[in-house]
């Protein structure tokens, strides 16, 4: 079972350059995430998906886009990365269970650099 | 607000010594769900145990065991007979039942085991 899978898992960015961090899940999860794990600190919300056309932006949403077209994939982009965006990325699913949170499922995460 | 708080930042013990690892949290919901999850050197999340606010029963899974208690707002972590592969950081987590099921993160505790 692949589960839920990111790439890349490095990748070093200049300042003002672009990217997309892809991740997929083959679970069939309806709820998928894009957290950040920053030095010494705990995992921080950036944007999450309850389902195929429907995003919206957690805790550190600011220079970050995400778009679910399908239920399948949730790639995040940066416009113009920063160096305060070197952090390692980390996207997640999980089951729909209603109103019983269920366990998320972590992709193996993606270290960026921005120099 | 919600909030979890590790206020343990490292551990260090030698193995087969006994270890345990805190876990205060802050919320004004009823329901609400509470998360550990081990980060190994290798970097993955792994999920370890999810408890919902209605159970406050003590939870023995092989050498680790969950302490529950509202009452004091905590959600503790022990590893009895430690052992080297028990090496990782553990963060505490928190979701309410009522909003998707995004995780507030502690800050994890570091915890290292020495032969």
């Known amino acids: 079972n692949a589960g839920v899978t990111q790439t890349p898992k490095f990748r070093i960015l200049k300042i003002g350059q672009s990217m997309t961090l892809q991740c997929t899940q083959d679970?069939?999860?309806?709820?998928m995430y894009w957290y950040r794990q920053d030095p010494g600190m705990g995992l921080k919300l950036i944007y999450y998906?309850?389902?195929?056309?429907?995003?919206d932006k957690g805790e550190v949403p600011n220079g970050y886009n995400v778009s679910r077209s399908t239920t399948e994939d949730f790639p995040l982009r940066l416009e113009l990365a920063a160096p305060s965006q070197t952090s390692v990325y980390f996207c997640?699913?999980?089951?729909?269970?209603?109103?019983?949170?269920?366990?998320?499922?972590f992709g193996q995460g993606t270290r960026l650099t921005v120099v | 607000a919600q909030k979890v708080t590790q206020a343990q930042t490292e551990i260090s013990v030698v193995e087969k010594e006994d270890v345990t690892l805190d876990c205060v949290y802050e919320?004004?919901?009823?329901?609400?769900?509470l998360f550990w999850y081990k980060q190994p050197p290798s970097g993955e999340l792994v999920f370890l145990i999810r408890?919902?606010?209605?159970?406050?029963q003590n939870e023995i899974s092989g050498r680790y065991s969950w302490n529950f208690q509202k009452s004091t707002s905590s959600f503790n972590f022990t590893i009895t007979a430690s052992q080297v592969v028990d090496s990782a950081v553990y963060f505490c987590?928190?979701?309410?039942?009522?909003?998707?099921?995004?995780?507030?993160f502690g800050t994890g505790t570091r915890l290292q085991v020495f032969p």
């Open positions: 997640a699913s999980s089951e729909d269970r209603g109103r019983r949170s269920a366990e998320a499922f």
């Open positions: 987590a928190l979701s309410d039942a009522y909003n998707t099921d995004k995780l507030i």
């Open positions: 408890r919902n606010s209605f159970d406050e």
């Open positions: 998906s309850v389902g195929a056309g429907i995003t």
């Open positions: 919320t004004r919901d009823t329901t609400y769900y």
């Open positions: 679970m069939n999860h309806n709820y």
